[in-house]
Structure formats: structure tokens, C-alpha cells
Nanobody
């Protein structure tokens, strides 16, 4: 049973924007802090941004601060990541999951490639 479905990735140029979406079908969404993670080739998975259950407490990695905005819609069970001013180092597969990561919710992710 697919519980997290990410979308919105793509190939963009430096400085452009993307908006990632994640639709959840797990009941955990209702009580969990949700997050976006990035996995780049050869690198460990990195937490990019997280947002509390009520959506009032977003947190960002240093690389994401000032450029990315995480939000959630608890009615639609969706989490979003608005990414502006993209850089090549933002490239990777982006996954949504809870914070902390729950392997049982592992989704397919969405590929983001930023070309210079």
C-alpha cells in the first residue's frame, strides 16, 4: 500500500523554482511532523525542511534557509516544498516522510536536477 507519493520534480536551470508536493494516505500524517529529505548520489540522506503537525513550526537546513518554504494542508493530507533560486547542489531525489524518518513510509521520491 503506497502511503506517500511525491511529485513536482524536474529539470530546471540555476535560479529557477520548483514546487514539490507529497500526498499522504497514512494516518500518521495527522499526528506527525512531516519533512522533506534529499538524497544525492554518493551522499547520505539529508533533512531539508520539516514542519510541525499544526504547520506553525517550520525548520530548515542551512542550505534551504531563505530559499525554500515548507507547508502542509492537513485536510488534503499534503506537504509542499516551494524551492526558489535553485542551485546545482540542490539536485537529488526528494522524499517526504515523517521526522524522524520512518522506513515503513518510504516512497519513490521525485527527482530534482538543477543544471548550470
Amino acid at each position: 500500500q503506497v502511503q506517500l507519493v511525491e511529485s513536482g520534480g524536474g529539470l530546471v536551470q540555476v535560479g529557477e523554482s520548483l514546487r514539490l508536493s507529497c500526498l499522504a494516505s497514512t494516518r500518521l500524517f495527522d499526528i506527525a511532523t512531516m519533512a522533506w529529505y534529499r538524497q544525492a548520489p554518493g551522499n547520505e540522506r539529508e533533512l531539508v525542511a520539516s514542519i510541525s503537525r499544526g504547520g506553525t513550526i517550520p525548520q530548515y537546513s542551512d542550505s534551504a534557509k531563505g530559499r525554500f518554504t515548507i507547508s502542509r494542508d492537513n485536510v488534503k493530507k499534503a506537504v509542499f516544498l516551494q524551492m526558489n533560486n535553485l542551485k546545482p547542489e540542490d539536485s537529488g531525489i526528494y522524499y517526504c516522510n515523517t521526522d524522524p524518518w520512518r522506513i515503513a513510509l518510504y516512497g519513490r521520491g521525485t527527482q530534482v536536477t538543477v543544471s548550470s
